[in-house]
């Protein structure tokens, strides 16, 4: 059975425990740059959904 890594909702970024703490594993203990890119990426998934929203 497959595991649900992340779900993203109109305002939220619900992600899996382990991706995030090996996101700061892999950062060295960085976990403000782990933060920083998590806002930025709900920034960009927010902006595709934006677009789509306004084809339909």
């Known amino acids: ?3 649900q890594r992340m779900i993203v909702t109109d305002d939220q970024l619900l992600i899996d425990m382990e991706l995030l ?3 700061i594993r892999e950062a060295k203990g960085d976990w403000e ?4 890119d998590m ?8 902006s595709m959904t934006e677009g789509a929203q306004e084809v339909e």
């Not at 740059?33 to 920083?36: I, T």
């Not at 806002?39 to 927010?46: H, R, S």
């Open 33 to 36: 740059a782990v933060e920083k």
């Open 39 to 46: 806002y930025a990426y709900m920034a960009a998934v927010k």
């Open 21 to 23: 703490f090996n996101a």
């Open 1 to 3: 059975m497959s595991k």
